[in-house]
């Protein structure tokens, strides 16, 4: 059974950073990171898979930054100038496999999933 154990949210003012960890007990080919807030549906957020491939949604690009750690099996996200909106639930993801690049946006794709860590922006 793998394991994803993460870290990092708090709460923070707008324009304020937080740094999302998350560390998996095996090797992942792609790790994401969705968030949710209560009544509406999860939303993928960012994703980087094992060889580097890594893109972000139009709504955190620019201000989020994704990282990995390999020999760690840790994924990082690294989030600048947080506003209001970015308030939820952040939830870390992973697969083991290889997953085709246009499917890993999906929150299907990912088999595995981490308690969640609240990240609440206020303004």
């Known amino acids: 059974q793998v394991q994803l154990v993460e870290s990092g949210g708090g709460s923070v003012q707008t324009g304020g950073s937080l740094r999302l960890s998350c560390v998996a007990s095996?090797?992942?080919?792609?790790m994401a990171w969705f968030r949710q807030v209560p009544g509406k549906d999860r939303e993928w957020v960012a994703l980087m898979t094992k060889p580097g491939g890594v893109t972000y949604a139009d709504s955190v690009k620019g201000r989020f930054t994704a990282s990995r750690d390999n020999a760690a099996h840790a994924f990082y996200l690294q989030m600048n100038n947080l506003q209001p909106d970015d308030t939820a639930m952040y939830y870390c993801a992973a697969r083991q496999n290889f997953g085709a690049w246009g499917t890993l946006r999906e929150d299907n794709a990912y088999n595995y999933w981490g308690q969640g860590t609240q990240v609440t922006v206020s303004s």
């Open positions: 095996v090797d992942c080919y792609s």
